[in-house]
């Protein structure tokens, strides 16, 4: 790749940086920094509209590595103190079922409104709007889908201990959030 490519590249990122600040006051995260740059109007819709997606497994999967990982180093780590396997394990089964009962909770009422209101506007049919609510209905097609996911957390949990007690690096914040304020 020559050197005009990869400032041409640079130049598109800055674009859609600036485009994405100047919308007002914004707070930064990797994953709405990824969604913007994708598709700005998904970025609307999710962050704007809080027209968020379906229950879905790969969200429950996510939430509840992040979650189990926060809550373990927030009561170790930041206090100096180094927690065990099991004590991981267990903030990640603790996660995996308040995650469930959360992400169906979280989308009833507002949200789902959103999306009844959006649909309608949009010409949905009756028929289209009640199949995509249902969509809302479950996280996971089976139960050994689940299980799936969750055998795969665990064990990525477990690589995970094990690679960090031999890293140096040390903890000393966790969820630091930016935002950003367009001035005049």
């Known amino acids: 790749m020559n050197i005009k490519n990869i400032l041409t590249k640079a130049q598109d ?14 707070t930064m995260s990797n994953s709405r920094l990824n969604t913007y ?11 704007e509209k809080g027209l968020r997606g379906f229950p879905s497994a790969p969200l429950h999967f996510g939430s509840a590595i992040h ?11 930041l206090k ?43 010409g949905a049919t009756d028929k289209e709007i ?18 799936e996911y969750k ?4 064990n990525m949990l477990e690589e995970y201990f094990r690679d960090n007690q031999t890293n140096e690096n040390k903890i000393i914040a966790l969820e630091k959030q930016l935002t950003i304020t367009k001035q005049g």
């Open 151 to 154: 055998d795969r957390g665990l």
């Open 67 to 77: 979650d189990a990982l926060q809550t373990f180093h927030s009561r170790f780590d």
């Open 130 to 147: 009640e199949e995509t609510l249902k969509r809302f209905e479950t996280i996971y097609a089976s139960p050994e889908e689940e299980q």
């Open 37 to 47: 740059s994708t598709c700005p109007m998904k970025y609307e819709f999710s962050y």
């Open 13 to 26: 990122k800055l674009k859609w940086l600036v485009s994405f600040i100047m919308r007002g006051q914004v």
């Open 80 to 122: 100096g103190e180094q927690g065990t396997l099991d004590e991981l394990i267990k903030d990640f089964e603790k996660a995996w079922e308040k995650g469930k009962e959360s992400i169906i909770t979280s989308v009833a009422g507002p949200p789902v409104r959103r999306w009844i209101v959006a649909l309608s506007e949009s």
